[in-house]
């Protein structure tokens, strides 16, 4: 048997739950400014910052929501109804968490930090190699992933992984019922039972 949160303990888990994942979001969001500022400017001065800003600001921020919406959403599953695994929709959300948390470290902080040595390049007025035309990806990919949990989140869709094996009650066989007696001289009926 799983032990459940009390009504308190859910709350703070679900407010902190929405706030790590809505800075996850607004982290995403200044990286998608940066690299497009990066990308479209002409002033070798405004790339080269705004690369160097990209490792300083975005991976390890962007790191630490991602594990604070991992540890409470886990919580939340294990402490709740929903469960880590009984809800389609709570096991995407839990992968997605993952996959993103794990390509923050090993796909996006190389890429950054390749970056971040273009913009210092660039500052100390040398030619830099490299291409910059990767940074889109993360841009696109990680908001449409969190736009995608957030949806997940909202509507709740698919329903349970597995279906329940026990059978429904029947209405009159309930234990709990307590008996009444019956006006019209058929005996006792459960409390509830159609007449």
Known sequence: MTSRLG???RKGFLVAHIVSGGAWIGIDAVLGILVVTALVSDDAGVVATSLQALELFAVWPMLLASVLTL??????????????VRYWWVAAKLAVNVLMALLILFALRPGL???????????????????????LYPVIVAPSLL??????????PWGRTRKETREPARRNDRPDQTLRNDRRGGGAEPVGARR
């Open 113 to 135: 930090t390749d970056a971040a040595e273009y913009g210092r390049q660039l500052a100390a007025g040398q030619t830099p190699r490299g291409d910059l035309g990767d940074l």
């Open 147 to 156: 736009l995608f949990a957030s949806v997940l989140a909202v509507f709740k």
């Open 71 to 84: 540890a409470t959403g886990v919580v939340l599953g294990l402490g709740t109804k929903y469960g880590l």
């Open 7 to 9: 009504a308190r303990a």
